[in-house]
């Protein structure tokens, strides 16, 4: 486990912590701040993203790491002060245009929209980040790179960076006066995360919104016309896999129906929402109109109840995952982060009803009970203490007879039949 992994591992529970004090301060107010179904998404999007980037380091690290060995200007020590400021701030710079950009192009909107899906805003939004991210948006630090900035420090200013954006998605904070002039914070990021057309694509600063009264994206929250979350293109579903897949798959879509190449091209590189005029006239899209409902499907209390313990036993195989990532083969990291995608998956379509998730998921939580029993294997661990096989024997077939009960909880009885 790097760095970087430790730290993000260790302030997990600070996460859920705050999480659950935010929860306690909207239920005291009176606000519907949470709702189980968006949390665990957002959460269960947030654990994707840590699984690739485990595999991603060649990417957000390795070719930074390259090009400060090899391109760079100047030879800065990683034992100044100054160094550090400057590279913290040079990296909010750089972190300013990448995201603006994934706004504004639509190849890097496919990515970051994941951030955005959510209809809600909390703490648990903060850590709804994307899976594909690191295809393209390490090109916008290389200039730390090539000035120098070391590898170490480099890695820890994007954490800072990172960590101080997770208290600014509440609704709990209001406006904090002068500190709104100069840096994120919750109103100017609630502002930054709405449909409205007042607020759309404003607000791109990481730790600090100079950058955007100096670039002129910047709008002020104003409490006339409260900001509504989400994307204009709703994705209206639990499916972390097509989460990450939805704005891919449109514009790879238009592109495919689009009559000149140059159209082909372009739908990656316009802003979000543009299509070809000949792909727009024969495929028409419905205007979009301020919603005035969240996506929020029914969801009975036992299989609430059930999703809930599952996700919690994810998270605690992600953080072993996490853990092993560095020892570990690559093989084996493949295959658990492929068992823990699944999961997440069919939890996400538990909770849309879908009537396969309930079968997949009878077969999931079956096999991870009698597999580690049955061969004294889990991932990454060659010989299971048979106490720990037999804990998770227990657990997932208990888990087995609580979605069959939860199930047949959730359909309704037949109707009597009808007296003659």
Known sequence: MNTQELIITWATPVF?????????????????????NDAIN????????????????LLTIGIYAWCAEHLALLRLPADNLLVWAGALLGYDFCYYWLHRKGHETNLLWAAHVVHH???????????RQTGSGALLGWIFYLP????????????????IDLLYQFWVHTEQIGRLGWFDRVFCSPSNHRAHHAVNE????????????????????????????????????????????????????????DAWHARRWRDKLLVWLKPPGWRPADVAARFP??????????????????????????????????TQF???????????????????????????????????????????????????FAT??????????????????????????????????SIPPPEPAMQR
């Open 144 to 159: 730390l790179a090539i000035l120098g900035v070391p590898v170490e420090v480099f890695v820890v200013v994007a954490l």
């Open 322 to 372: 996490l853990g092993m990532a560095g020892s570990a083969n690559l093989p084996t990291l493949l295959a658990y982060a492929v068992y823990l995608v699944a999961g997440l998956w069919l939890l996400g379509g538990l909770m849309e009803g879908r009537r396969w998730a309930w079968w997949l998921e009878v077969l999931r939580v079956l096999a991870t009970a009698l597999v580690p």
């Open 117 to 127: 899906q959510s209809e809600r805003y909390n703490l648990s939004t903060a850590l």
């Open 376 to 409: 004294g294997r889990w991932f990454g661990l060659a010989h299971l203490d048979s106490r720990i096989a037999l804990a998770l024997a227990a657990v997932f077939g208990l888990s087995a007879l609580a979605l069959a009960r939860a199930r047949a909880g």
């Open 42 to 57: 957002s959460i269960g999007l947030g654990v994707i993203s840590q699984l690739v980037a485990v595999f991603s380091k």
């Open 285 to 318: 899209k419905p205007e979009f109109v301020m919603p005035s409902e969240r996506f929020d499907p029914p969801l009975p209390r036992p299989l609430k109840l059930y999703v809930l313990a599952q996700f919690a036993l994810l998270l605690g195989m992600t």
């Open 198 to 253: 007042r607020y759309l694509d404003r607000n791109y600063g990481g730790i600090l919104i100079v950058w955007d009264r100096l670039f002129g994206s910047f709008v002020e929250e104003d409490a006339a016309d409260p900001p509504v979350y989400g994307t204009r293109s709703p994705l209206r579903s639990w499916n972390p896999l097509w989460a990450n897949a939805e704005v891919y798959w449109h514009a790879a879509v």
């Open 16 to 36: 859920f912590l705050l999480i659950g004090i935010e929860l306690l301060v909207a239920r005291l107010r009176g606000r519907d701040a949470y709702a189980s």
